[in-house]
């Protein structure tokens, strides 16, 4: 479900930020973490009294590391902890629901040893309303099976086929193990439409990798 103009004016300005090369985070998808770093444990303590808001966004190698840690990419996603246990030996387990995403104003003084930013999100108001643009199904589909043939992956395509376009996009674009510059990419497509094409030529990139793979490996045996 999409976030609402009355939720809209309640996002938080600033919050926690988990940086995390290769996770990616969509408005209206759900990403399961564990957490176990002392440090993040500490994030999830405080976002649980606190709104339970935090940001996903990812490490960017081409940014100088500054004083808090690596460079990070500017565009991020915000999610809400929906679903909270712990383990035995004292982890994390949560799950974050995609809100909104945003783009990093500044970076605000750690706290706890966790990143904290003030976040701006007036480039992404569409996420707040959800958008209903058709995909080519068909052909995302037909490209997703060849992949995960190359892959050797495994699917339930009831699930796949029951999903509607937005979700069927927004949950290939997370769970697909593409780099995380091409997540980037995904992350921060203008719209539903604009991330399927992006979707669709990484799946086709990546099938057509996977067989090169192979090819060099018959070669080489």
Not at 100 to 117: A, D, K, N
Not at 118 to 146: C, P, Q, W, Y
Not at 167 to 185: D, I, Y
Request: with cysteine; glycine share 8%; net charge negative.
């Amino acid at each position: 479900m999409p976030v609402t103009l009355a939720r809209a004016n309640s996002l938080p300005n600033e919050f926690a930020v988990f940086p995390l090369a290769g996770a990616l985070l969509l408005p209206g998808g759900r990403l399961p973490l564990n957490i176990f770093e002392p440090r993040y444990l500490a994030m999830i303590e405080d976002a649980m009294g606190q709104g339970r808001a935090i940001g996903m966004i990812q490490p960017d190698q081409s940014r100088s590391a500054t004083p808090t840690g690596p460079g990070l990419y500017r565009v991020g996603c915000l999610g809400r902890i929906t679903s909270f246990s712990e383990t035995d030996d004292g982890c994390f387990l949560i799950t974050l629901k995609g809100l909104t995403r945003f783009v990093i104003s500044v970076e605000l003084e750690m706290q706890r040893g966790y990143r904290r930013v003030r976040a701006d999100f007036s480039r992404f108001t569409m996420d707040l309303h959800g958008d209903n643009d058709e995909v080519d199904r068909d052909t995302l589909l037909d490209a997703l099976k060849i992949y995960f043939k190359a892959r050797g992956f495994e699917a339930n395509w009831d699930a796949i086929n029951e999903m509607a376009d937005a979700m069927l996009v927004s949950t290939l674009a997370m769970v697909c193990p593409f780099e995380p510059a091409e997540k980037q990419a995904l992350l921060e497509a203008a719209n539903t439409q604009e991330r399927a094409n992006a979707l669709l030529a990484l799946l086709r990139m990546g099938a057509h990798a996977s067989d090169d793979d192979d090819e060099t490996g018959r070669i080489v045996s």
